[in-house]
């Protein structure tokens, strides 16, 4: 990861200030999706300004999490409105970072294909070896949250979900479809046993 100054700040607060009880939202799942957003555009032909402010829309898509998790969307424009300005960023750039960060809000539904990919790479898990163990982080978010009860619930909100989910890019259709069936698969075992 190159290390702008915009992204360093940003970083550093995810590492110190996120609230202790994320274990899904965290500095390594930003990480994650970065890595992930940089290698879906190469692979898609993004280049130039758009990349450098899809990977900036990377960094800062989950910051409202220091704040909040209903609407942290919301809250991470909020925050790139604020901070980036005073690293140089035009309005214009700093619009289209929260246009980014806007369409990882569940539905997903990008407009762009910087878009797609922010969706893609936040989502990528979905169809990795790691789902499960990934998955265990937000579900204890969500059970601290009294979003669900038990691990039975949670099972089942994830089946609905992956039921409902589609990856955009070609390379993430390419990549992790057929990875996500079979978690999927697995899941829906797991609730009839």
């Known amino acids: 990861m190159q290390q702008r100054p915009e992204c360093a700040y940003m970083l550093g607060k995810l590492r110190d200030d996120l609230p202790k009880h994320l274990k899904y939202h965290t500095l390594g799942h930003t990480l994650d999706v970065y890595s992930r957003a940089e290698v879906i555009a190469h692979q898609e032909g993004l280049t130039g300004r758009i990349l450098e402010l899809l990977l900036v829309a990377a960094v800062y898509h989950d910051a409202g999490y220091l704040y909040q998790r209903v609407q942290h969307e919301d809250r991470s424009c909020e925050i790139a409105r604020e901070v980036l300005p005073h690293y140089g960023y035009p309005a214009e750039d700093v619009e289209e970072i929260c246009r980014i960060i806007m369409a990882t809000q569940l539905p ?9 990919i922010i969706c893609d790479a936040d989502l990528d898990y ?16 969500m059970l601290h949250e009294g979003v669900v009860a038990n691990e039975k619930e949670w099972d089942a909100i994830q089946v609905k979900f992956l039921e409902g989910h589609h990856f955009f890019t070609p390379t993430n259709i390419a990549l992790r479809s057929e ?12 609730i009839q046993t």
């Open 108 to 116: 997903q539904n990008p407009n762009s294909l910087a878009e797609q």
């Open 126 to 141: 979905l169809g990795r070896d790691d789902f499960f163990t990934t998955g265990k982080g937000l579900y204890y978010e």
């Open 179 to 190: 990875k996500k069936q079979q978690n999927l698969n697995r899941l829906r075992a797991k």
